[in-house]
């Protein structure tokens, strides 16, 4: 099992920056790939961003060059930084984990608007 704890969600003005942080704990060995999803009202749960364990990244089209995931193994911590951030960012964003199982967090809320 994978634990997942997200954090770092708020309101922020449009073009304001946020950083959201991912703890995993638990079974973590077996991790192969980690990610930040997100979900709108309405709309279904979409990838942002994907790292595999070789550090190579994957970006949805709407968020490449603002957004940035990365990894800091010695602590079990994903980051997702997001620069330039506009109200169709507004979401809840979820942590994610590939192992023997897919892994969610409990999710985090961000909200961008003046």
């Known amino acids: 099992q994978v634990q997942l704890v997200e954090s770092g969600g708020g309101l922020v003005q449009p073009g304001g920056s946020l950083r959201l942080s991912c703890a995993a704990s638990?079974?973590?060995?077996?991790?192969?790939?980690m990610g930040w999803y997100r979900q709108a009202p309405g709309k279904e749960r979409e990838v942002v961003a994907l790292?595999?364990?070789?550090?190579?990244?994957n970006y949805a089209d709407s968020v490449k060059g603002r957004f940035t995931v990365s990894r800091d193994n010695a602590k079990n911590m994903m980051y997702l930084q997001m620069n330039s951030l506009k109200p169709e960012d507004t979401a809840v964003y979820y942590c994610n984990a590939v192992g023997r199982s897919n892994y969610w967090g409990q999710g985090t809320q961000v909200t961008v608007s003046s």
């Open positions: 790292m595999l364990n070789n550090g190579s990244t």
């Open positions: 638990g079974s973590i060995f077996r991790i192969v790939a």
